[in-house]
């Protein structure tokens, strides 16, 4: 079995619902490392969603703006040196370092 940053990602199309400052995001594919973007803070970002998945976050306050961002919506350069700099700073994330020690050690 692959890895997962080995795993092709499809583009993802969200569905978002705000009741006040109550945030619900499903997604129609699988969702790699979805953030939230806003003036408000999430008290959970940083999650995937799985195909058909949805998950509630409580905000900080009703926000003015949401924006939601996913490692499958990520575009980097097409050329050989734009791909590698785009992987090797990824993967320079707390969160993409803790899973590669993770699954290296398994």
Do not use: H, Q
């Not at 008290?43 to 799985?50: A, E, R």
């Not at 939601?68 to 992987?87: D, P, Q």
């Amino acid at each position: 079995m692959d890895r997962p940053y080995k795993l092709p990602l499809k583009k993802v199309n969200f569905n978002t619902y705000l009741d006040g400052n109550k945030l619900t995001i499903s997604a129609d594919t699988f969702a790699y490392d979805v953030c939230i973007d806003s003036d408000a803070i999430p008290k959970d970002n940083y999650f995937s969603l799985l195909k058909g998945e949805s998950k509630t976050i409580e905000l900080s306050k009703e926000p003015t703006y949401v924006n939601i961002i996913c490692a499958n919506n990520i575009e980097y350069k097409k050329n050989r040196v734009g791909k590698a700099c785009f992987r090797f700073f990824y993967r320079l994330k707390p969160i993409n370092v803790a899973r590669y020690v993770f699954y290296s050690l398994n």
